[in-house]
């Protein structure tokens, strides 16, 4: 099966643009907002370092367990079997 690009006059993959990003809410931008304003943006000062600490905790935990499943996972072979 042989197609054309879309550059070159072909169908084009996606025909809507894409999301805008970063998506946030009103929240999270007086908070960004916040502590632009605030001059403390080191981890270990400020207003908003309880939610920092939280974020990496969570992230921490995903990342754990990532690690861990695909530790487990067994290898696939690379060639004939």
Do not use: C
Request: charged share 30%; proline share 7%.
């Amino acid at each position: 099966m042989t197609s054309q690009l879309a550059l070159l006059g072909g169908r084009p993959v996606r025909t809507r643009p894409f999301p805008a990003w970063p998506v946030f809410r009103k929240a999270e931008g007086a908070r960004l907002l916040r502590t632009l304003r605030s001059g403390t943006w080191g981890r270990l000062q400020g207003d908003e370092v309880d939610i920092a600490r939280a974020f990496e905790k969570v992230y921490a935990h995903r990342a754990t367990l990532t690690a861990w499943d695909r530790a487990r996972r067994p290898r696939r072979r690379k060639g004939p079997a």
